[in-house]
């Protein structure tokens, strides 16, 4: 099944995301790439929608900021993207304070296990402010810092109003702060669709995919259930689960009951909702250092335990 890519662009206010996204579209269409769009303006008119050529599907945040609304809004949009259209790309584009690891998880929705395909989170620095960060709030300056280490490539853009030798320092400044990420300098967020992909384009395949996921900062595993699970032994095992797992979602069932539950674990806490429809029994792990075959064996094991 044909996945659609999606880039993630995140950078303040005034970075250049709209000018990148207005390029990057170019080239889509270009490329006769069927292509749809995510935006998230604070407040409730939004502006950039207006750069968006008429034939891309447009699906808007509105009143408030995307990781905010992220478990509801964003999943449902995607949703109805992906069952209205035949997309190759979807880009979403954070509000200028939102944080890109909020959006990833929501794209990394069980719903969207065989739908979607994250290439990057694309981080846009404007070179200037970068340079003058010191004179931003202390809340503004960490999420600065948050949106470029966890980044996948990180845009160092408005070169033109910094010196060789300052754009050398910036350089050396990001680095240090992501050393994975992958740095260019643009202007007029001048960029090759390509270099922002960290996946093939086409003919996906099971080893690519699970690539990309080791190039990505943040790991995701997706399992399957085939049979319910016992509600202790799954507790007992989330319990003594490594702590780099931090962000667990997904549905299913338990031996106790008939009923489908989406979980939801984060920040150490577990909830369980019911729900009224039957929904396919997947689970996404999501961590920093996730062994993919650890999990698998793992859930396996669970499974086979909770049969007995
Ligand atoms: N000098 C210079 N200006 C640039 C460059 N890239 C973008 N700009 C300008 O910077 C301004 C902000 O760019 P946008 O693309 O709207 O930035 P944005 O991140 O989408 O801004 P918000 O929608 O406010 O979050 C615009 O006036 C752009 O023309 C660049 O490389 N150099």
Redesign the pocket.
Known sequence: MKKAEVFILS?F???????LLTNLLTQEKELDRKVAVVMNELGSVSI?SDAIDKDTPLKELLNGCVCCTIQGQLEVHLQGLLKENDLDSIYIETT?VAHPIEVLDACLSPLFADQLSVQSIIT?VDAKRWQERASISIRLHKLLKEQVRHADVILI?????LSESEQAQTVMEIQSINPKGKCLL????RVGLDALRLDRPHNIDAHESTHVERDLHVKSYVHQFSVPLDLDLFEEWLKKMPDTIYRIKGYLKFTHSQNTYLFQYSYGMPIYMKELMDYPMNVVFIGEDISRDWLKNEMNRLEVLSTL
């Open positions: 950078g206010l005034g970075s250049g995301k709209t000018t950039d200028g846009m853009n408005k070169i033109d109003q643009t202007q007029y967020a």
